[in-house]
């Protein structure tokens, strides 16, 4: 027996545990982008299966060919035909191009309309594959906020808060409304839908829905600092009973989310244990978006209006001052400020139509 042909006593027991060792580590592998729990995420891992298999309907018999010629016109084989004066088969050429551009224009119709259907900013049209949204059924709203280095999710219509942790009803649409307080971000909850940016001084929305009851990790999905990998939080899909008693028992923890506790809470942490706002000041997500939750500067919208209207020429220059920014006091920053006084307007209240509707 040639003993070339098996790996010696020695290599045996490297490799035995080496091989045990892989194949235990991606039995843990978490495959829950192919396997979600909500339609949008189920649709979208479906356009993924359909796409690679397109495409492995050329890769496949490309790579085989390749093996198969190597092997049929190898050097020792005698009996391979050999024509060097061949140079054109019109048959072939047909193959070659017009196979690769069916799968191409496949593609190209597959993603025109999975762009379309699966839009983040486009109500939900089902439950799932079986199931229409009831006609009387409203989304649930969330307000996101994506901070350094942690979530918020604003509940307006229940009127509660909490930082790291989100519950949405089973088989209820959700809408979520993005933001980001300092840096671009991007918000991820593998089971339920696809990721999206949140961008700061930008609303950017997503329409989705769980179909299971469970458990989840959310994410971000987009580098912001060195606290982003820790930038996880908890998702549950709660049946409608277990969600009312969720956000009951929220109202019961934690005190009132305004705009100091909003403030404090946006300074930069890590590792952020769950916390709970029993109550929220009203259009908090609105004071995020235009990035004027410090009172002391003019909300984006005021900005766009007055240049909307003209601009303040040099009567605006005072309107900017530079002020301490942060807990260090030896750094300041240029602000506007809020309000714009004259010996007419002692408030700086906008006219009404400079303000927003």
Not at 26 to 41: E, N, Q, R, S, Y
Not at 178 to 198: E, L, R
Not at 276 to 282: D, K, Q, S
Not at 299 to 328: N, S, V
Request: charged residues 20%; proline residues 8%; glycine residues 6%.
């Amino acid at each position: 027996m040639d003993s070339s042909r098996h790996p010696a006593p020695w290599a045996r027991r490297v490799l035995a545990p080496v091989a045990l060792t892989a194949l235990t580590a991606l039995a843990g592998c978490d495959t829950i982008v192919m396997k979600p729990h909500g339609d949008i995420a189920v649709q979208q891992a479906d356009l993924i299966v359909t796409a690679t298999v397109l495409m492995l309907l050329i890769i496949v018999p490309v790579i085989f060919l390749t093996l198969f010629f190597a092997w049929k016109y190898r050097q020792s084989n005698a009996d391979a035909p050999y024509t060097p004066d061949w140079d054109h088969s019109t048959r072939l050429e047909l193959v070659i191009w017009g196979a690769p551009l069916l799968i191409i224009i496949a593609l190209g119709a597959i993603t025109w309309i999975s762009t379309h259907k699966l839009d983040p900013w486009r109500p939900l049209e089902r439950i799932d594959a079986q199931r229409p949204v009831p006609a009387d059924v409203k989304p649930l709203v969330v307000e996101v906020v994506a901070l350094d280095w942690k979530w918020l999710f604003v509940y307006p219509e229940q009127g509660i808060a909490t930082v790291n942790e989100l519950a949405t009803p089973v088989d209820r649409p959700v809408q979520f409304r993005i933001t980001a307080s300092n840096v671009m971000n991007a918000f991820y909850v593998p089971a339920m839908a696809g990721m999206i940016y949140a961008m700061p001084g930008m609303e950017t929305k997503l329409h989705a829905v769980i179909n299971r009851a469970g458990e989840w990790e959310g994410l971000s999905a987009n580098y912001s600092g060195e606290g982003f990998s820790h930038m996880r939080f908890r998702f549950l899909g709660l049946a409608e009973g277990d969600f009312d008693r969720w956000v009951a028992s929220n109202r019961t923890q934690g005190g009132t989310l305004d705009r100091a506790a909003y403030l404090a809470l946006e300074q930069p942490s890590h590792r952020e244990p769950v916390r709970r706002y029993a109550r929220v000041e009203p259009e908090l997500f609105g004071l995020v978006v235009n990035r004027c939750v410090d009172a002391s500067r003019m909300c984006m919208h005021q900005m766009m209006a007055i240049d909307a209207a003209g601009g303040l020429g040099k009567a605006g220059i005072p309107g900017t001052e530079t002020r301490p920014w942060g807990d260090d006091p030896a750094v300041s920053r240029p602000v506007v400020a809020a309000a714009l006084c004259t010996p007419d307007n002692p408030t700086g209240e906008l006219p009404a139509a400079l303000s927003r509707q």
